[in-house]
DNA sequence: TTTATTAATCGTAATATTGCAATATAATAA
DNA sequence: TTATTATATTGCAATATTACGATTAATAAA
């Protein structure tokens, strides 16, 4: 089918995975610690910096942007994409806690 | 096309990708929260408590199983899956080094 | 206005993922 | 041996994702 049954999980659930699918793809890894690098960026630099044609970088922006995680602002014929800092560090909080889950002390079954 | 270029990328981009994809879907969130929660399972377990059914879930487990996550030990008919600790935390360092890459403190730029 | 330049969108082909019915396999119980 | 129980595998349909050529839109420069 290819359709996730999103409504049978919790809100949490469904959160985790969407940024996890954000992750999934390594152009968007590659992406985002660029972006970080950087401090800032156009898509041409990406572009160039990627090895993916500019229609696939445009793409993987949109899905960034999409979830919050970047932010773009128009610069003359070109776009300025940067982290979006608070929402990342939300996005820590939510992968974090469950990422950490194994913290709480238990016991190892097999 | 659907298939992802991996040559293009890194070891490391590659690596938080597969982590992360394997984290893209609720079920397998599920899963993964409901084996720390009980530190012990068995696969018909999980089909009850989800409520995808017995196929679905067995193949997200062999997913998880594949990336080292979890490990199953055959009892009896049933099979007790549990999160492979050790794994996990190695995931962990992966995850968290691309996570945690905001708090190299710089200026945000747009 | 015309001509670059840059990024977004559209359309589409190829591949991947999700989900499940049907079936197979494996271990145990009767 | 013959059920029974539990999980894995197979095969397939539906949907999603990835990638990119072609085109469009928007601004800047000439």
Redesign the pocket.
């Known amino acids: 089918?290819?359709?996730?049954?999103t409504e049978m999980f919790t809100d949490q659930q469904n959160e985790i995975a969407l940024f996890a699918?954000a992750f999934?793809?390594p152009?968007r890894v590659s992406i985002l610690q660029h972006l970080f690098k950087i401090d800032s960026c156009?898509?041409?630099d990406l572009?160039s910096e990627i090895g993916?044609?500019?229609?696939?970088i445009?793409?993987?922006?949109?899905?960034l942007k999409h979830l919050g995680l970047i932010k773009?602002n128009?610069e003359?014929?070109?776009?300025c994409y940067c982290i979006d800092k608070e929402n990342w560090a939300a996005m820590k909080n939510v992968m974090s806690e469950f990422l950490d889950q194994d913290l709480s002390q238990k016991q190892e079954c097999c």
Do not use: D, F, N, R
């Not at 993916?52 to 696939?56: D, E, G, I, R, V």
């Not at 445009?58 to 899905?63: A, C, D, G, R």
């Not at 003359?76 to 776009?79: D, K, W």
């Open positions: 089918m290819g359709l996730t049954k699918k999934g793809h152009a156009v898509c041409g572009v993916l044609a500019q229609p696939t445009s793409q993987h922006l949109k899905e773009g128009i003359g014929t070109s776009v």
